[in-house]
């Protein structure tokens, strides 16, 4: 078997027996994008957002739009990606069951090594990221997803930062609340406050009313 052959076996064989997904259809997240330095134009970036379509198995059926610098919109419909074979664009998605120390190879990022997990506060909310370093980029991603939520990526012309800005994967906390459940205590609490006021008035009422009679 050539050399090359053996090598590109071995290197595929990195990404191999990693195949967890957890997003689904309907899924959609966005990322604020700036770039310095000189960017050419296809990397003058300032804004993107990857809508899912379906998944199936490792699988996963996107549509992808970018906004240049220049105003475009860059459309890119059905994208694929399969987390199984490594084929997951520039580090956009990696399977949920990697762990740190992991070397997970992408088709596009080549070697990808897991170097830690920590809390960090994404489109609003405290989420558990994977850090990742590959040749010429800093990755982030949402463990529970794998969605990539940070990255920053040196080239010979630039340097690009995406974030995430928003997502429906994930609600916004406040006070360490997701936002529906902090909505739903304060329907609580209100409906109580006026459950007492109801209560009270009832009270005192017979005893208004008892006091006029006299």
């Known amino acids: 078997m050539p050399v090359a052959a053996i090598l590109t076996l071995s290197l595929v064989s990195l990404g191999a027996g990693y195949s967890g997904v957890a997003v689904h259809s309907g899924d959609w997240i966005e ?6 330095g000189y960017p050419s134009p296809i990397h003058n970036i300032t804004w993107a957002r990857l809508d899912v379509k379906a998944v199936e198995g490792s699988a996963i059926f996107t549509d992808i739009q970018t906004r240049l610098g220049n105003g475009s919109l860059w459309l890119e419909p059905n994208t694929n ?3 199984a074979t490594g084929v997951v664009g520039e580090g956009a998605i990696i ?4 762990t740190t120390g992991d070397v997970y190879f992408s088709q596009y990022e080549g070697n990808i090594t897991v170097t830690g ?3 960090l506060e994404v489109a609003g909310a405290q989420r558990v990221v994977f850090t990742g370093e ?9 463990k529970q997803t794998g969605i990539m939520v940070k990255a920053v990526t040196v080239l010979e012309d630039c340097m690009v930062h995406s974030e995430v800005a928003a997502t429906n994967l994930w609600q916004p906390q406040i006070y360490g609340l997701d936002l529906n459940v902090f909505y739903a205590v304060i329907a609580v609490v209100v409906a109580a406050f006026a459950a007492l006021v109801l209560v009270g ?6 005893r208004i009313a008892a006091q006029a009679s006299i």
């Open 31 to 36: 990322y604020n994008v700036t770039t310095t």
């Open 81 to 83: 990606f399969d987390v």
């Open 95 to 98: 399977p949920t069951d990697l």
């Open 117 to 119: 997990t920590q809390t």
């Open 134 to 142: 590959a040749n010429n980029t800093s990755f982030m991603w949402d």
């Open 201 to 206: 008035g009832f009270l005192r009422f017979p």
